[in-house]
Every structure is written in C-alpha cells, then in structure tokens.
C-alpha cells in the first residue's frame, strides 16, 4: 500500500456482457490525485460476474469513496486503515430501452 492515507473517489464505467461477465472497465473520473489507483481499481471489476442477461449489455457507473479510517467515526475491526464505500443507487443503463 503505497498510502495508506489515501482519500477521494473513483467513478468506475464498466460493461457486463450477456453471460455476466465484465468486458470492459475503465476510470471515468473522480478525486483521487493518482490515476494509477483509479486504473487498478478498474482493473479489478473484471474479476466480478453478475446474472446473465437474455439480450445485449449493461452499461453501468459505479462511484466509491475511499476515506482514512483512522480520521473517521467508522472503526473497522481488522484495523484496515482505509475503508471505502459505493454509493446506492449507480447508473445503469440497458442498451435498447430508451424511451
């Protein structure tokens, strides 16, 4: 970890084939100063699946906000010095139901 005081956010576009797999995950903005972090973080969506879906792709934009637990209320157990969380409601879209 290269710092563990790290804050900000990372705005995560990325795409779900129709077997739930991500084909395509890239940074599309945020307040991190370092763009490798936000690349790495991007990097590491291929590795989720979601549901399958019966015709075309999702698109979707998924914000998370990295904050130092050490200045924040939230404690976590383990002693993890970061702590992030996404925010509840990301952008989705389903290609062919624009209305």
Request: net charge negative; glycine share 10%; with cysteine.
């Amino acid at each position: 970890m290269r710092s563990p005081a790290l804050e900000g956010s990372v705005i995560t576009k990325f795409v779900i084939g129709r077997d739930g797999a991500v084909v395509q995950a890239l940074r599309s903005g945020g307040t991190l100063p370092d763009p490798s972090v936000g690349q790495c973080i991007a990097k590491a969506f291929y590795a989720l699946m979601f549901p399958s879906v019966e015709q075309g792709i999702v698109t979707s934009v998924y914000p998370l906000t990295f904050e130092n637990a050490e200045d924040s209320t939230d404690r976590r157990p383990n002693g993890a010095p970061l702590s992030f969380s996404g925010f509840s409601s990301p952008a989705t879209h389903h290609p062919g139901t624009e209305q």
